[in-house]
């Protein structure tokens, strides 16, 4: 679990989720298309939470490959619809860290509240 509080925590989870995935076995551009989710993912958290945390795991089941959670503590998304279109423009950004960790990954589920945001991921192997 990687507590995800500063720049050097994104930039951490960004190389345990390239570790995982390089002893899991997937080629170098794979690898880094999952950490890229990874920094989309624990990015958000740092500037939308009041704290949160990424916990990056291999998987065997259903198929091998990298388990990515984020688990936040913020005020949640309110319109998660609208996020996820691609037609939002957040304060910080363009809104396009969810949508974009979700077309990296084969697998993206979330789910918000005003109590917090959890995301669960995987990336299989071929």
Known sequence: ??????????????????????????????????AT???????????????????????????RGVEVAARDQGPGIGDLDLVMTGNYRSRTGMGMGLRGAKRLMDTFEIDTSPTGTNVLTRKFLT
Do not use: H, W
């Not at 507590?3 to 997937?26: H, L, M, S, Y």
């Not at 939470?49 to 259903?62: L, N």
């Open 1 to 34: 679990m990687i507590q995800v509080a500063t720049a050097d925590d994104v930039a951490n989870a960004c190389e345990v989720g390239r570790d995982i995935a390089c002893r899991v076995g997937f080629p170098s551009v794979m690898q880094t298309k999952i």
């Open 37 to 63: 989710a990874i920094a989309e993912l624990a990015r958000n958290i740092l500037l939308y939470a009041i704290s949160g945390e990424v916990r990056i795991a291999a998987v065997e089941a259903p198929r």
